[in-house]
């Protein structure tokens, strides 16, 4: 059975503060997935990540993929309030996605 | 943002009714997918299309179909709804190109009664 595994669930952060969210799956996928959502909206893309070793940044999240490992990791930098959010990953083994159960991230003032 | 729309934003049925949602895109992108979104759950792929008449099951497929006759629309049908198919779906829709993204649209909140 495929998964997709994310750690944390839930996170509380105070502004300013640096985490990192897991994303871990279980099959070989070349590419993986960022999304956020915020509540009861639709998802919005932040990142695809294409090869191992993939890098990318935007503004104070910065995602990467290590394909060997089947582990992607969206880096928060200096968290606002703006950014609180649930965040989904997923990846895309033949043509069907799979995401994550997502993490809640709240940033707290 | 890719012009992606579902109609009905919301629909409450009752339990062995059918249930047709519509997913519209104008972007003429070739892949098109239906997904529902459940509490612990995230998003499950019900059906995707990789072209017009080409589709394909996905992870949560049973108790649904689906239709493309047209590029820019794509039909989920819920031929008799039962309640645990009460959920948020979500359409969306992507080209083939490099960049491989993903455009949702706004959800359908369907509630079987």
């Known amino acids: 059975e495929l998964k997709v595994e994310q750690n944390p669930l839930f996170l509380s952060m105070q502004e300013g503060k640096n985490y990192t969210i897991y994303c871990n799956y279980s099959?070989?996928?070349?590419?993986l997935y960022w999304y956020r959502q915020d509540p009861g909206k639709s998802l919005e893309s932040l990142f695809v990540l294409l090869s191992n070793g993939a890098v990318k940044q935007e503004g104070r999240l910065m995602a990467s993929l290590d394909t060997k490992a089947r582990l992607s990791t969206l880096h928060i930098t200096a968290a606002v309030h703006d950014l609180s959010a649930t965040y989904f990953c997923a990846v895309e083994p033949g043509n069907q996605f799979y995401f994550g159960t997502g993490t809640s991230l709240t940033v707290i003032p | 943002d890719a012009g992606i729309t579902q109609s009905p934003r919301h629909k409450v049925t009752e339990t062995g009714t059918p249930v047709t949602l519509r997913c519209h895109q104008t972007e003429n992108h070739r892949y098109m997918y239906w997904y529902r979104q459940d509490p612990g759950h995230g998003l499950r792929l019900i059906h995707y299309?990789?072209?017009?008449?080409?589709?394909d099951k996905g992870e949560v497929s049973d108790g649904y179909s689906v239709s493309r006759s047209k590029t820019e629309d794509f039909l989920l049908t819920l031929e008799s709804a039962t309640s645990s198919q009460t959920s948020v779906y979500f359409c969306?829709?992507?080209?083939?190109?490099?960049?491989?993204?993903?455009?949702f649209g706004p959800g359908t909140r369907l509630t079987v009664t």
């Open positions: 099959t070989t996928s070349d590419r």
């Open positions: 299309s990789y072209g017009v008449k080409d589709t």
């Open positions: 969306a829709s992507g080209s083939s190109d490099l960049s491989y993204e993903q455009y």
